[in-house]
Every structure is written in structure tokens, then in C-alpha cells.
């Protein structure tokens, strides 16, 4: 009986590693994809649709999206996707500048109108212009919610809420990826 457990053993053993193997090819795999993906977003991406100037409303979709932006960006603009919180390069950033749309380099927010917030995204109490955002309804995730998209080529850049500071109350809750920062000159 202990002989025929101790046979039973040895047989799983090599099986149990070869599968390690395997996972820990998979996990390396993962990784390198990973590197590839973040070396592809560090890379400049031609975008036609991108004007610091032109303030024309697009109507791009999101097939033509897709070949102009860093998947990381596209991720968030089209998908609407979250980045994590205290992960974005702007939630803990206190320059002077401007914020434009990383999509279509509309302006959106100016640095006085944001403020030092706990929820670990960048946030703004107030927009550059009223046509810088539009804004949808956001039932989903079984949360009423408000989405804010860009004005001119209706990126999703995040949620506002009505637990800002003063003067407006507003909580701009934007994501970092979709925000590209100019510094004052
Ligand atoms: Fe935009």
C-alpha cells in the first residue's frame, strides 16, 4: 500500500512540474507582451485627428481610432476603460499647464482649476471651456453615474461628481492616459 502511494507520487511529480514549467513559460510570456505593449505606447503614434487649434467637432470611428492611438490611450478613449487608482503619471502632479485631450489635443483643463483629491485620479473642480466636455448618463456597474467625454471627439476621460470644492462643487474624476500636459512656457 505505502509502496503503491509512493509509486503513485513519483509518477505526479514529474507530471506536477512539467506543468509549472508550463505556467512559468506562460507568466514570462505574459510579461514580455506586457513590454511590448508599453514599448509600443512609448512610441509615437502618427494621429491626423490630433490639433491643439482646431476646434472642429470629429466623427471618427472607433476602426479609424483604433490605427491612430497607443492601445493604452485607446483603452481608455474608446473602451472606457479605468486606469487603477494612484497609477495615472497626473493624480499626484501639480505642474502649471494646460490638459488637452491625449486623443484630439482638444483643451480641456487648465492646472488652477485642479485640486489635491484622495481618490487617486487626477481632478478638477472646473473645465477650460464649456464646450471643452459633453457629458452621458453611466448606469453601468450598478452606479448612476455621469460620464464626461471630450467635446470635440467625444473620448471617455472619466466621471464628475458632485463632491468638489468651491467655487463649482464639481469633481472632475478624469483618467491620466487621456490627459496630455503642456507646461506654461
Ligand atoms: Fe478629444
Known sequence: MINTTHQSIMKTIPIILFTMTIMSCQSKQNNSNTTMSSEKDTQHHINPYY???DT???NIPDSEWKKVLPDSIY?????KATERAFSGK???FEGLGTYYCAACGN????SDSKFASTCGW??????????????KTDNTYGMSRTEVLC????AHLGHIFEDGPP???KRYCMNSIVLDFVPDK
Open 75 to 79: 483603452e481608455v478613449a474608446r473602451n
Open 107 to 110: 483643451a480641456l483643463f487648465r
Open 51 to 53: 490639433s491643439r487649434t
Open 167 to 169: 467655487p463649482t462643487g
Open 151 to 154: 467635446g470635440r471627439c467625444s
Open 90 to 92: 497626473y493624480w499626484d
Open 122 to 135: 487626477p481632478s478638477f473642480f472646473q473645465t477650460l471651456r464649456k464646450s471643452s466636455t459633453v457629458y
Open 56 to 58: 472642429t467637432v470629429l
